[in-house]
């Protein structure tokens, strides 16, 4: 099975600051990564898929990035409502499709 | 709209049975994959299980392979989860997830739409 990693586990920024959040991969998924995004009593909301592609209605600000074992979801200027939790996830060997153990964003 | 309506979650003793039922409506349910996929009171997410669209190809994680069925009614635009042998460790809030489909149609195997989850809670 396929072990993602991501860092920080915490990330304390303020509003308009450029996040860079990192998921590594045990072995190689190809760009086969997902990123997603989860608020407090939330589902989660994809946002990243297939590494670098938007999903449908994400704001520009989001970008993916990386290929084989390191990924980086790159918020370009921290908005108010990106506060959250987000996890990676690996389509590479599916199944289990696994997921990471999360990045929290919070504010500074 | 797309929304996934998950019902069913509640609490239950170790070694009981709960069936998760999750409603489909604003898409083609027929045409997609489906997967469950659970997260623990503060925990990160898991998948659990998946179903093809015509419920012809299965696959569990090993965490409830021999304790846990899906299945799905396409007729009735639904999906369930039957949960059998429930552990302390399986208390979680449990969400049905759609299967992303590219432009070309291609089932992606990342997750599109959730509905809003439905809490287990395994406990004496």
């Known amino acids: 099975e396929i072990v993602l990693t991501q860092s920080p586990a915490t990330l304390s920024l303020s509003p308009g600051e450029r996040a860079t959040l990192s998921c590594r991969a045990s072995?190689?998924?190809?760009?086969?990564l997902a990123w997603y995004q989860q608020k407090p009593g939330q589902a989660p909301r994809l946002l990243i898929y297939?590494?670098?592609n938007r999903a449908t209605g994400i704001p520009a600000r989001f970008s993916g990035s990386g290929s084989g074992t390191d990924f980086t979801l790159t918020i370009s200027s921290l908005e108010p409502e990106d506060f959250a939790v987000y996890y990676c996830?690996?389509?590479?060997?599916?199944?289990?499709?696994?997921f990471g153990p999360g990045t929290k964003v919070d504010i500074k | 709209q797309v929304q996934l309506v998950e019902s069913g979650g509640g609490l239950v003793k170790p070694g009981g049975s709960l069936r998760l039922s999750c409603a489909a409506s604003?898409?083609?349910?027929?045409?997609?994959?489906m997967s469950w996929i659970r997260q623990a009171p503060g925990k990160g997410l898991e998948w659990v299980s998946y179903?093809?669209?015509?419920?012809?190809?299965?696959y569990y994680a090993d965490s409830v392979k021999g304790r846990f069925t899906i299945s799905r009614d396409n007729a009735k635009n639904s999906l369930y989860l039957q949960m059998n042998s429930l552990r302390a460790e399986d208390t979680a809030v449990y969400y049905c997830?759609?299967?992303?489909?590219?432009?070309?149609?291609?089932?992606?195997?990342?997750?599109?739409?959730w509905g809003q989850g439905t809490l287990v809670t395994v406990s004496s």
């Open positions: 297939d590494a670098s």
């Open positions: 179903i093809s669209s015509s419920g012809s190809t299965i």
């Open positions: 604003g898409f083609t349910f027929s045409d997609y994959y």
């Open positions: 996830q690996q389509r590479s060997n599916w199944p289990p499709g696994t």
């Open positions: 072995q190689s998924v190809s760009s086969y």
């Open positions: 997830a759609r299967d992303l489909r590219d432009s070309s149609g291609y089932y992606l195997d990342y997750f599109d739409y």
